[in-house]
């Protein structure tokens, strides 16, 4: 699985941005999907995942009620919509996908296969 993520960019906070995350080389749909984001400095965190159906969303406190994550996977796509942005969103966003458990879905070693990142700036 090769994933690329894109629609990163410089934004005022309050603004909103959406992400994608295409899958190439082999279909999306029997795995789960994450991302996560790493700010300047600090350890890769979690930001939301969904799982291989789309039937269980789960987001990281920080962002829940601004962002919202869909997966499209007759378009090998996955979406992450992200409003009222504020400047701890800074980070650089990469998008995940494998076989991995609910139980785990939060923890960055149990994905097989990564983006490249995207790089989110949000200006106060």
């Known amino acids: 699985v090769q994933l690329q993520a894109s629609g990163g960019g410089l934004v005022q906070a309050g603004d909103s941005l959406k992400l994608s995350c295409t899958s190439s080389?082999?279909?999306?749909?029997?795995?789960?999907v994450a991302w996560f984001r790493q700010a300047p400095g600090k350890a890769r965190e979690f930001v939301v995942a969904v799982t291989w159906s789309g039937s269980h969303t789960y987001y990281a406190d920080s962002v829940m009620g601004r962002f919202t994550l869909s997966r499209d996977n007759a378009k090998n796509t996955v979406y992450l919509q992200m409003n009222s942005l504020k400047p701890e969103d800074t980070a650089v966003y990469y998008c995940a996908a494998g076989r991995i458990t609910t139980a785990t879905m939060r923890d960055s070693n149990q994905y097989e296969w990564w983006g490249q990142g995207t790089l989110v700036t949000v200006s106060s």
């Open positions: 080389g082999r279909a999306f749909s029997p795995y789960a």
